[in-house]
């Protein structure tokens, strides 16, 4: 299990908007990653006070960004070559089935359906208690860093 210096040597995402705790495992075309929802989030002041839900889109980041992790562990000899970082580039759709709530941990799992080129296309799948809460297909690219 790699924690979080791990990722934060993979990809750029950093606190508050890193949305993966730990990449529980990994092969060539998978990555299985969770994260703890912690109750005292400042985004659940404003999204449904009084009945706090975790926005959809922070839910697809958290998938977008194990895919991302998924993409630069694949590439990770191009990438101490030279400075380049996984970009999302496409979501094909996205399906909400179950809430997730203050306290939740998500576990997520994508993966990897085609790769062409730099280009990755991958199915995403993040669930709650064992159940599906939400599907996307999306693809990520590696870009050159601007830094």
Known sequence: MQQLKDIFHLIPHRPPFLWIERIISCADDWIITEKFIPPDLDIFQGHYPGNPIMPGVILCEAIF?????????????LIQEEPLIPVLTRIVGAKFKKSVFPGDTINIKVT????????????????????????????????????
């Open 65 to 77: 960004q194990s895919g991302a992790l998924l993409i630069a562990k694949r590439n990770l000899s």
């Open 112 to 147: 990897l359906t085609e790769a062409i080129s730099n280009a990755c296309f991958f199915k995403g799948t993040l669930k709650v208690d064992g159940k599906v809460a939400v599907i996307v297909d999306f693809a990520c690219t590696l870009v050159r860093s601007t830094s």
